[in-house]
């Protein structure tokens, strides 16, 4: 690692490299015999190579403040995959990236709102009338950036709507949406634009009440004005948030009452207010066009047959970089368990195979990706682009947080939708020198199966779970350091990955969705 910690500062170009003493180097211990599993397992020794010790040097590396956090996109996040790809070359892995390299690049455009060029402004025969942009409206930016299109109103947008009404292509999409914009709140608005995206309409607007006071407006329109990235560019319509009070001039010009159409029941035929055309800006400025890069490496497997399908385990290398110091001046979010501590499992646990004279039947596919905290973009790319065929894809282990909080459990999400839940109960039950009770999902109401990078593989209809050990008061703070993971806990939950992977692996038979499994994790996903 010597030479890794001074790449890492030569592509920093931190001056307190030369001056201050970096992370040691994440040490490799001797492969020590497991003494309590059994001595027929092939995968006994091992999985006995990943170590407390081994994975407190991972993480404290990955979650060094010489790396700054990990955003994405970062010259730390760049240091990270560096030595994520060393280390996979090191242990023998092939290249499971772009042009034979271990890394696979995406497009993510850092762009800005242009506040000085939004607009949202209504024709009616000479007439024009405009919005002031932060008092009567926001934007969240999108693509096309200009239009000029008749609006249609379908009422109340509630959580049971599942399509949109005929009649609203190329058109712009008006809905009310009552409350305050909590997690609920803008869930249900994502769905309303992905519907009205899916319906061909050229933008969405959706009208507010008073629940959005002017702190409200404000704190949004912070959020849509941040630089932001955007895999491959933008591809969402704009969502145009509109004050009520600032929209019913429009209504009664067209010979409407919003509050007469705006009665409870839901969506409603459209109503398209005639005689007027509305034009809506939303430029955005390129700050910076990067390429984030997700990191690849594979096992080849032994099975004439088998090797060409793959188990793929995957973490995320990213966390969310610098931000406002803390009480104590830290402002360096190290994200030691979020996720370095998941990420240093996938290193450990494919290091522990390619240490293995005996290969397992099928390959296995360890992937690192990047922009998981953006919105799960380093995995959608992939499962979008994938480098090996996504149809011989068995199975996806997802390790996220894993070194803290109740020393010996692990949540393992997405159990009871495929065969992979009985699976991993018997795994846990061979190895209780593990320590570890498996438990079902806990906290259903956070939906966590949406919110890691396994779900950009169940949506292509591979079977999922997710490894996590829940949120802490350190969660996306400054506060997230190495001094507070438990590494021996971390350890024997890569432990377990391990023998999960192995029994995947050297199935004859590809794991399955049971039939209601699959159809709630489809219905979930609409």
Not at 190 to 198: D, F, I, N, P, T
Not at 404 to 409: I, K, L, Q, V, Y
Not at 439 to 448: G, K, L, M, V
Not at 451 to 456: L, P, Q
Request: charged share 20%.
């Amino acid at each position: 690692m010597r030479s890794t910690v001074l790449a890492v500062c030569v592509t920093l170009g931190i001056a307190a490299c030369v001056r201050t003493p970096q992370p040691a180097a994440p040490a490799v211990n001797p492969m020590p015999a497991m003494a309590d599993a059994a001595p027929t397992d092939p995968g006994a020794l091992a999985a006995g190579t990943i170590t407390a010790r081994d994975m407190h040097a991972r993480i404290g590396y990955l979650a060094s403040d010489a790396l700054k956090g990990r955003d994405t996109p970062s010259q730390g996040l760049e240091a990270a995959a560096a030595y994520i790809a060393s280390e996979f070359e090191r242990m023998g892995l092939e290249p499971g990236g772009d042009a034979g390299t271990f890394f696979q690049r995406y497009p993510f455009p850092v762009l800005q709102l242009d506040t000085m060029t939004a607009a949202f402004s209504v024709q009616r025969g000479s007439q024009r009338t405009r919005l002031a942009y932060g008092r009567d409206f926001i934007i969240a930016r999108g693509t096309p950036e200009s239009v000029s299109a008749p609006l249609h109103f379908l009422g109340i947008a509630d959580s049971a709507m599942t399509a949109m009404p005929a009649g609203v292509k190329d058109g712009i999409v008006a809905v009310v949406m009552a409350g305050a914009p909590d997690r609920a709140w803008r869930a249900r608005a994502g769905r309303v634009q992905r519907l009205a995206q899916g319906a061909d309409a050229k933008a969405l607007v959706v009208l507010v009440d008073d629940a959005w006071t002017p702190e409200v407006f404000a704190t949004r329109n912070r959020v849509f004005t941040a630089a932001q990235g955007a895999l491959g560019g933008l591809r969402n319509i704009p969502v145009y948030y509109v004050r009520q009070s600032s929209a019913r001039p429009f209504f009664r010009a067209a010979g409407q009452d919003l509050a007469t159409l705006s009665t409870p029941g839901g969506m409603r035929d459209p109503v398209t207010l005639s005689g007027a055309t509305f034009a809506l800006e939303g430029k955005v400025k390129v700050l910076r066009d990067a390429k984030p890069p997700n990191v690849i490496g594979i096992l080849r497997g032994a099975d004439p047959v088998l090797r060409d399908s793959y188990v793929v385990l995957s973490a995320h290398m990213d966390h969310v970089g610098v931000g406002t110091p803390n009480a104590s001046g830290d402002s360096i979010f190290n994200g030691a368990d979020d996720d370095a501590s998941g990420t240093s499992a996938v290193v450990e646990v494919a290091e522990a195979l390619a240490s293995m004279t005996t290969r397992p039947a099928r390959s296995v596919l360890f992937i690192t990706v990047s922009g998981e905290e953006k919105g799960l973009l380093g995995s959608e790319y992939f499962a979008e682009h994938p480098t090996v065929p996504i149809d011989k894809m068995v199975a996806n282990i997802n390790l996220d947080m894993i070194s803290r909080n109740s020393p010996d459990s692990i949540v393992v999400i997405g159990q009871q939708y495929s065969s992979l839940g009985p699976l991993l109960q018997d795994v846990g039950a061979r190895h209780p020198e593990l320590r570890l009770t498996l438990s079902q999902d806990i906290w259903p109401e956070e939906r966590f199966f949406f919110r890691s990078d396994h779900y950009n593989f169940a949506k292509k209809d591979i079977p999922a779970i997710f490894f996590f050990n829940g949120v802490h008061a350190d969660y996306h703070q400054a506060s997230d350091e190495i001094s507070k993971t438990d590494a021996d806990k971390a350890a024997r939950v890569a432990q377990l990955a391990f023998h999960m992977t192995w029994a995947i692996a050297n199935g004859r038979t590809a794991p399955q969705w049971s039939p209601q499994g699959l159809a709630e994790v489809r219905a979930l996903m609409r």
